[in-house]
């Protein structure tokens, strides 16, 4: 393993900590704040809190589903060029 891939894993890693800590203060603590309180000014309205990762999921779920029926498509191309080839 290379020091490029050890490096690119931690930051990978320390970017997906920071997102999980901060979307759980954002979630789960920020409720507890009065609303007053300095803290709210560092998040985004609560309803981006249900409304982002909605949107990321379909559109994780969108990017799987094109990267699928793209691959089945190109292997029923190759399949046909196969065939076509045996019966020439």
Request: aromatic fraction near 14%.
């Amino acid at each position: 393993m290379a020091v490029s891939d050890m490096a690119l894993g931690g930051s990978m890693l320390l970017v997906a900590a920071f997102v999980f800590v901060y979307y759980t203060t954002w979630t789960i603590l920020l409720p507890f704040f009065d609303i007053s309180s300095p803290i709210h000014d560092y998040f985004p309205a609560r309803e981006w809190a249900v409304r982002l990762p909605a949107f990321i999921l379909v559109i994780g779920l969108s990017g799987v589903g094109f990267f699928v029926g793209l691959t089945i498509a190109k292997e029923r191309k190759k399949k046909a060029m196969k065939a076509k080839l045996r019966a020439a």
